[in-house]
């Protein structure tokens, strides 16, 4: 029965719950049998790739042809990355657990916007909890608490924020800013640190990049030269931050040496562990992040190495008061009180305004498989990274770039015979793209380029690092003709 009396049949059926019921039901098989066919590696590609123009042509031409919903959905899956194809080891995506992906479905259909109570009440109250938790296993005390935020980049960025509001000797929020501020970072920081102090109005200069050691660390011998340099150029050094992991190799910075520097030159300590700061909820490789107690803040992504589908990050501060400075505004019609501690209008302390119930997928995961499901996740794919770097290490064709501490490998295809190691490389790399049947990606380190992997599938096994590794050298030996 459809109560809309005089409304137009077009909203009515937009509306239709038996509609819902209907095509959601179809949905459902149609992704559960997807992942079947998957897992028994029905499925020959991780990714059925297709140039850019092939792409638009195909939709541009979809848009045009009536079909439905339902039509689209299956159009999507078959045009689109299988991240939970075992033979998928490009980005350090997560493979999420399935309910996370039915925690999205309610998010989306209540459409709670989050950033106040009353349209949040449910993930405003999650928020608290799942922080607090997230809080006490980095071995923060009880003032600690944070916040959830559209991805990692967002999450950088506010902490920066909160750093400015803390450490600038203006009040740069009100009045602009009076010094050049700055921040000090490893060269290998992701690109999301640099964006974020430009957006800042640093500039350039107000980005100090220190190098790495051979393990792609931070070489904190640097930092009380690099530190002096800046003083001598009038720069006001704000924030020093460690990577844990970064990008590329996936390397942990010293976090405790950083963090002592930290507190011996009053500078706030950001921890980058979007990817790797998940070690925390596993008892093997939580020593990878020694001295992670020592920082101000931590973003954590769930949707890396915690299974959670994107986006949902949380921002973790040693002081909870202190995140509830980042963005002081009034905004009467949201909130009486501007300046109050109000954990439960989570908006008052996110870039965003309306949010969708991200925590939701975090807190659904943990009530169905509890909080074990983390750790089994993060020691299972190093545990195989571990693995796959030892297969690479007995074969004479392939040169790994650096012991891997987490889940992302590099290494190149080498050939005495081959001059050109790079390009031998980059055109292997395209080629295992057009095929399909693996996915990887491919970085620069140095001068050097390098294949690069990521394990992020539990359903990855040896049989599949060889796979991958026979069907490079297979492709190297077409490309010599
Ligand atoms: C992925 C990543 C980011 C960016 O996070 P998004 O969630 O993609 O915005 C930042 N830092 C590190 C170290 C990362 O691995």
Request: hydrophobic share 40%; proline share 2%; glycine share 6%.
């Given at each position: 029965?459809?109560?809309?009396?005089?409304t137009?049949?077009?909203?009515?059926?937009?509306?239709d719950?038996d509609?819902?019921?209907?095509?959601?039901?179809?949905?459902?098989?149609?992704?559960?049998?997807?992942f079947?066919?998957?897992?028994?590696?029905k499925k020959?590609?991780a990714?059925?790739?297709q140039s850019?123009?092939?792409a638009?042509a195909?939709?541009k031409?979809?848009?045009?042809?009536?079909?439905?919903?339902l039509?689209?959905?299956?159009?999507?899956?078959?045009?689109?990355?299988?991240?939970?194809?075992?033979?998928n080891?490009?980005?350090?995506?997560?493979?999420?657990a399935?309910?996370?992906?039915?925690?999205g479905?309610?998010?989306?259909?209540l459409?709670?916007?989050?950033?106040?109570?009353?349209v949040?009440m449910?993930?405003?109250?999650?928020?608290?909890?799942i922080?607090?938790?997230?809080?006490?296993?980095?071995g923060?005390?009880?003032q600690?608490?944070g916040?959830?935020?559209?991805?990692?980049?967002?999450?950088?960025?506010?902490?920066?924020?909160?750093?400015r509001?803390?450490?600038?000797?203006?009040?740069?929020?009100?009045?602009?800013?009076?010094?050049?501020?700055a921040?000090?970072?490893?060269e290998e920081?992701?690109?999301?640190?640099?964006r974020a102090?430009?957006i800042?109005?640093?500039?350039k200069?107000?980005?100090?990049?220190?190098?790495?050691?051979e393990?792609?660390?931070?070489?904190?011998?640097?930092?009380?030269?690099?530190?002096?340099?800046?003083?001598?150029?009038?720069?006001?050094?704000?924030?020093?931050?460690?990577?844990?992991?970064?990008?590329?190799?996936?390397a942990y910075?010293?976090?405790?040496?950083?963090g002592q520097?930290?507190?011996?030159?009053?500078?706030?300590?950001?921890?980058?562990?979007?990817?790797?700061?998940?070690?925390?909820?596993?008892?093997?490789?939580?020593?990878l992040?020694?001295?992670?107690?020592?920082?101000?803040?931590?973003?954590?992504?769930?949707?890396?190495?915690l299974?959670?589908?994107?986006?949902?990050?949380a921002?973790?501060f040693?002081d909870?008061?202190?995140a509830?400075?980042?963005?002081?505004?009034?905004?009467?019609?949201?909130?009486?009180?501007?300046?109050?501690?109000?954990?439960?209008?989570?908006?008052?302390?996110?870039f965003?305004?309306?949010?969708?119930?991200?925590?939701?997928?975090?807190?659904?995961?943990?009530?169905?498989f509890?909080?074990?499901?983390?750790?089994?996740?993060?020691?299972c794919?190093?545990?195989?990274?571990?693995?796959?770097?030892?297969l690479?290490?007995?074969?004479?064709s392939?040169?790994?770039?650096?012991?891997p501490?987490?889940?992302?490998?590099?290494?190149?295809?080498?050939?005495?015979?081959n001059?050109?190691?790079?390009?031998?490389?980059s055109?292997?790399?395209?080629?295992?793209?057009?095929?399909g049947?693996f996915?990887?990606?491919?970085?620069m380190?140095?001068?050097?380029?390098?294949?690069?992997?990521?394990?992020?599938n539990?359903?990855?096994?040896?049989?599949?690092?060889?796979?991958?590794?026979?069907?490079?050298?297979?492709?190297?030996?077409?490309?010599?003709?």
């Amino acid at each position: 029965m459809n109560q809309l009396e005089s409304t137009s049949q077009v909203l009515q059926d937009a509306f239709d719950p038996d509609r819902f019921r209907s095509v959601g039901r179809q949905l459902i098989d149609l992704l559960s049998h997807h992942f079947e066919e998957t897992y028994a590696r029905k499925k020959p590609q991780a990714i059925p790739y297709q140039s850019p123009e092939e792409a638009l042509a195909f939709w541009k031409k979809d848009f045009r042809t009536k079909t439905s919903a339902l039509n689209v959905f299956e159009e999507v899956l078959a045009r689109s990355i299988n991240v939970h194809h075992p033979r998928n080891m490009g980005h350090q995506v997560t493979v999420p657990a399935l309910i996370g992906g039915l925690a999205g479905l309610v998010s989306d259909v209540l459409s709670n916007g989050t950033g106040v109570f009353e349209v949040g009440m449910a993930s405003n109250a999650m928020e608290r909890i799942i922080t607090s938790l997230v809080a006490t296993t980095i071995g923060f005390d009880e003032q600690a608490n944070g916040l959830f935020t559209s991805g990692g980049t967002l999450a950088n960025l506010t902490a920066l924020l909160a750093a400015r509001q803390a450490k600038a000797p203006s009040k740069v929020w009100d009045v602009g800013h009076q010094e050049k501020l700055a921040i000090i970072v490893s060269e290998e920081a992701h690109y999301c640190i640099d964006r974020a102090a430009r957006i800042m109005g640093f500039g350039k200069e107000g980005i100090i990049k220190v190098p790495v050691d051979e393990q792609f660390k931070i070489r904190t011998d640097l930092l009380e030269k690099h530190l002096a340099n800046a003083k001598a150029q009038d720069l006001h050094v704000i924030a020093l931050v460690g990577c844990a992991s970064s990008t590329a190799t996936g390397a942990y910075d010293d976090l405790a040496a950083l963090g002592q520097f930290c507190q011996k030159h009053n500078l706030w300590f950001h921890v980058d562990g979007a990817h790797g700061g998940a070690v925390v909820f596993s008892k093997k490789h939580q020593p990878l992040v020694k001295g992670i107690e020592l920082a101000d803040t931590v973003v954590i992504d769930f949707h890396k190495m915690l299974l959670t589908p994107a986006l949902s990050t949380a921002l973790i501060f040693s002081d909870g008061a202190l995140a509830y400075q980042t963005f002081q505004q009034r905004a009467q019609y949201l909130w009486d009180a501007a300046q109050e501690e109000e954990w439960y209008n989570s908006g008052k302390r996110t870039f965003e305004c309306t949010k969708f119930m991200m925590v939701l997928k975090v807190y659904a995961l943990i009530k169905e498989f509890g909080l074990e499901v983390f750790e089994e996740n993060i020691d299972c794919l190093y545990a195989k990274t571990q693995a796959f770097a030892k297969l690479i290490q007995n074969r004479s064709s392939f040169r790994l770039a650096v012991e891997p501490e987490a889940n992302i490998l590099n290494f190149q295809y080498v050939d005495v015979a081959n001059e050109n190691i790079n390009q031998l490389n980059s055109q292997i790399r395209q080629q295992l793209l057009e095929e399909g049947k693996f996915y990887i990606v491919q970085t620069m380190l140095g001068d050097q380029r390098y294949l690069r992997t990521t394990i992020m599938n539990p359903h990855t096994t040896e049989l599949d690092f060889m796979g991958l590794l026979d069907e490079i050298e297979q492709i190297a030996l077409k490309l010599k003709g």
